[in-house]
């Protein structure tokens, strides 16, 4: 789709009434945006394909495609639905205007209309949209960033997306709210990003952490979290950032959190977390077998680090499809698995 290279505001008139469409189209020529014309709903659709609109004034009662119908697909395509829609409508009906608003309309302006009223709406709508659009390519960059921190090493290459997978799948089977898995996901897309303050020489050191290493690695969650703090977007996950190397007994890491203190959310990530990073290779061994690592799993929650009930959930809902995930993404040959590494809690304390 085109995408408007002008930095003038292009809106989009629709109107089958000429002395309409035109009326609108003299005023807002005059505020100095550019201004395209449709006569009904089809026309419309083609234009938007062509020259993406900032915004959008339509009526409702048109030939071959209507208003709603415009506004239902506009707002049901991620590529046009932050375009702002003003519908323009003779109806004062409170059934028409709750439809379009159901359909996704932003606002409403009645006919017949004050052409000053029609200018500040535009304006304040267009001020809106650009701020929307400010904040997402903001979080697209941090969004883009934490993927490079991941794939500059092979051994954490599509870790986080399955760890976002795993995440929500548990989330859903613990019954978190649905309004909750979005911050869920932001959470585990970002957990390592702090990850960039971390030289490569230690992220990818083959032999184990000296003890001063490993504090500089714990400082990956601080970190991440300063880097995810500023963006508004993203805000709501950063204690799954900070905190999820965190453990009910106190022994995590990096403010030491006792049991309830670590929310749910961070509690779910983690073991989400631990999971994905057991069973991938690692630069200091091999990938752990799917039932070891369920082992694994269950002897730490046993001995206070993981939460119990969600790894008995993971464990016998979530893992059978874990194991099929890891096998398919990672494709590692069958030879790789390390059998001889010890079933041991001590890995999760030193995961990285
Ligand atoms: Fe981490």
Redesign the pocket.
């Given at each position: 789709m085109a995408k408007a290279e002008s930095p003038v505001p292009r809106i989009l008139v629709v109107d089958d009434n000429r002395t309409n469409a035109l009326l609108l189209e003299r005023v807002l020529l005059g505020e100095g945006h550019q201004v395209d014309v449709a006569s009904d709903g089809q026309e419309a659709l083609e234009r938007i394909v062509h020259h993406t609109p900032d915004l959008i004034l339509l009526d409702l009662d048109m030939p071959r495609i209507d208003g709603y119908e415009v506004c239902r697909q506009v707002k049901n395509d991620p590529a046009t639905r932050l375009i702002p829609i003003v519908i323009v409508t003779a109806q004062n009906a409170f059934e028409a205007k709750l439809k379009a608003w159901e359909l996704g309309a932003d606002d409403f302006i009645t006919k017949p209309f004050q052409c000053l009223e029609v200018v500040a709406r535009c304006r304040s709508l267009l001020r809106i949209k650009k701020l929307v659009e400010e904040r997402d390519s903001a979080e697209a960059v941090v969004f883009a960033f934490a993927r490079v921190v991941e794939a500059k090493s092979p051994y954490t290459h599509g870790h986080s997306e399955r760890v976002a997978a795993y995440a929500l799948t548990l989330a859903a089977e613990v019954a978190v709210p649905e309004d909750e898995w979005e911050t869920l996901r932001k959470g585990a897309l970002l957990?390592?990003i702090g990850?960039v303050s971390v030289p490569d020489a230690i992220l990818d050191k083959p032999e184990s952490l000296t003890p001063a290493e490993f504090e500089i690695m714990k400082q990956?969650?601080v970190q991440g979290a300063r880097i995810a703090e500023p963006l508004r977007s993203v805000r709501d996950a950063v204690p799954m950032i900070r905190w999820?190397?965190e453990r009910l007994d106190g022994r995590g890491y990096p403010d030491g959190l006792f049991g309830g203190a670590i929310p749910l959310l961070v509690r779910i990530l983690s073991v989400a977390?631990v999971y994905d990073s057991l069973a991938s290779a690692r630069p200091y061994r091999g990938a752990i077998p799917h039932q070891q690592c369920l082992e694994i799993l269950r002897r730490d929650a046993a001995g206070g680090g993981l939460d119990p009930e969600l790894v008995d959930h993971f464990c016998t809902a979530i893992a059978p499809t874990a194991a099929g995930v890891i096998g398919k993404a990672l494709r590692v040959p069958d030879g790789l698995f390390d059998q001889r590494t010890p079933a041991s809690t001590s890995f999760i304390l030193k995961?990285?």
């Open positions: 957990h390592d990850k990956h969650t999820h190397h977390d995961l990285r």
